[in-house]
């Protein structure tokens, strides 16, 4: 299986991307399998959805759930939602909804988070830093085993409370770690070597976050996330929404005064605007 869909996408919102990258290269998703034991993959990208709005509603104290309040949470629609989980063999009850804590222990145990995974980062910058501190992994069952790095002057240095190591060390680490996932957060220049080395060390499970599309080998999966595409994807539909609004008139753009002494031009104003968003 190879995904590289983002949850965004699954639950059929436009500012998602699919893309499967294998051996050849990137293929289009309608190419891909669609399965993961029986379970569709779009299914598989909204799982994580629905148990991130679970443990919202346990940490409120919620026991029971109907499908159409938690598919408001998820952010899909209640049928979607029914028949994601009837993959899971969770129908719930007529009249009453799911119980969160059973439905909890469902969903993870299809994603496999009912054991720790080990999880190798590579690269050490801003990027890498930000999710060795995240401490959103531990309590999903991901330990971060190690953190790699080529700089000989990060090396060595402490990074939530681990100790960055060189990259040279990478499968040693992922040897006495039984490192399972691998996380890259270099420069894009060096993102398809590392990937190379993790895939040769044994590492199946890929989370790239340089903006490149790795090639990799049958039974690997990568999963890409780059920042800027979501950013211009929010960028595109913030245009067309500035668009479909009705042009302010030349006395509203000069604050309603349209020849007094008092009134200054657009064209007088927007350098000093410029000037002050600037600062």
């Avoid at 960055?164 to 990478?170: A, C, N, T």
């Avoid at 500035?242 to 009134?263: L, T, V, W």
Wanted: one cysteine or more; hydrophobic letters at 40%; proline letters at 4%.
């Amino acid at each position: 299986m190879h995904s590289n869909v983002m949850p965004s996408e699954a639950s059929g919102q436009v500012n998602g991307q699919s893309r499967t990258e294998g051996a050849g290269g990137t293929r289009d998703p309608a190419e891909a399998s669609g399965q993961a034991d029986g379970i569709p993959e779009a299914t598989v990208a909204r799982l994580p959805v629905y148990l991130r709005a679970l443990y919202g509603l346990a940490e409120r104290g919620i026991g029971t759930v109907a499908s159409e309040e938690l598919a408001a949470a998820a952010g899909v629609n209640s049928a979607k939602l029914r028949k994601d989980l009837s993959h899971l063999g969770s129908y719930g009850i007529r009249g009453v909804g799911y119980d969160v804590d059973y439905l909890v222990y469902q969903v993870s145990r299809t994603l496999g988070l009912m054991q720790d995974w080990p999880v190798v980062i590579v690269g050490a910058g801003n990027l890498g830093r930000a999710l060795a501190n995240y401490g959103g992994f531990v309590s999903r069952g991901f330990t971060i085993a190690a953190m790699l790095d080529s700089d000989t002057a990060i090396v060595g240095s402490k990074i939530a409370r681990l100790t960055v190591r060189h990259v040279d060390e990478l499968e040693a680490v992922v040897a006495t770690h039984q490192v399972a996932i691998g996380v890259i957060a270099t420069p894009a220049g060096s993102a398809q070597a590392v990937c190379d080395r993790l895939v040769a060390a044994g590492v199946t499970s890929i989370l790239n976050f340089a903006p490149l599309v790795l090639s990799v080998p049958e039974g690997v999966d990568v999963r890409k996330v780059d920042l800027s595409i979501e950013l211009q994807i929010l960028a595109f539909h913030a245009q067309r929404r500035s668009a479909s609004r009705p042009e302010s008139g030349p006395a509203d753009a000069r604050g309603g005064n349209a020849g007094g002494a008092s009134g200054r031009s657009t064209a007088q104003e927007t350098p000093e605007l410029a000037a002050q968003a600037r600062r």
